[in-house]
């Protein structure tokens, strides 16, 4: 499956970003999905997954409470909706998919595939 992430950009502390995740290429919700982030310097880190359905999600202790994950099966696109956004938010944030649709995993290595990144700059 191709994973094409998009939404990313500049926005000041407290402020909001939607990021998508547009799949193809092979059935969307044969996949668990998750976002995961990379900031300089840093290994990348686990930001949240959702299940093929929806019906679980999982989130990083930092970001609970003010980031959403989302999918439309329908539309083959995963999002991640982030707000009152941190400065120590800022990373590229790299979609993912995992074939074990049913459970969710929160270590990179555990996925097939990924997207090429977005990045996302939160001001002070």
């Known amino acids: 499956v191709q994973l094409q992430a998009s939404g990313g950009g500049l926005v000041q502390a407290g402020g909001s970003l939607r990021l998508s995740c547009a799949a193809s290429?092979?059935?969307?919700?044969?996949?668990?999905m998750a976002w995961f982030r990379q900031a300089p310097g840093k290994e990348r880190e686990f930001v949240a997954a959702?299940?093929?359905?929806?019906?679980?999600?999982d989130y990083a202790d930092s970001v609970k409470g003010r980031f959403t994950i989302a999918r439309d099966n329908a539309k083959n696109t995963v999002y991640l909706q982030m707000n009152s956004l941190k400065p120590e938010d800022t990373a590229v944030y790299y979609c993912a998919a995992d074939s074990r649709r049913y459970t969710i995993q929160t270590d990179a290595l555990e996925y097939d595939y990924w997207g090429q990144g977005t990045q996302v700059t939160v001001s002070s």
């Open positions: 959702i299940t093929w359905s929806g019906a679980i999600t």
């Open positions: 290429g092979r059935t969307f919700s044969n996949y668990a």
